[in-house]
């Protein structure tokens, strides 16, 4: 079972970002994907969520309205789209696959930096 998740780097405030994660050995279509965030010196963060089935999404308060969450199940792959971002999104980031609150498996990260 492996997550890859890519697509982090160096932006700007009020820059967008997207991140994938890429999942492969497990049944993608029938687990709920997250992604979780930490930043230095903090605790892991729940940034958002996508079932499976419908799709239901759910957000963390502090990024409700600026992160999306999509599948594409065709694909095995999560993305979180990352509009408006803040110096405050600066984290690690963190795909993870399986039910909430402790979801099974976990990817390797990314790193996100935000300056202003």
């Known amino acids: 079972v492996q997550l890859q998740a890519s697509g982090g780097g160096l932006v700007l405030a009020g820059d967008s970002l997207r991140l994938s994660c890429a999942a492969s050995?497990?049944?993608?279509?029938?687990?709920?994907m997250s992604w979780f965030r930490q930043a230095p010196g903090k605790e892991r963060e729940f940034v958002a969520s996508?079932?499976?089935?419908?799709?239901?999404?759910n957000y963390g308060d502090s990024v409700k309205g600026r992160f999306t969450i999509i599948r594409d199940n065709a694909k095995n792959t999560v993305y979180l789209q990352m509009n408006d971002l803040k110096p405050e999104d600066t984290a690690v980031y963190y795909c993870?696959?399986?039910?909430?609150?402790?979801?099974?498996?976990w990817g390797q990260g990314t790193q996100v930096t935000v300056s202003s």
């Open positions: 050995g497990l049944t993608f279509n029938t687990l709920t």
């Open positions: 996508i079932a499976w089935g419908r799709g239901r999404t």
């Open positions: 993870a696959a399986g039910a909430l609150p402790s979801p099974v498996k």
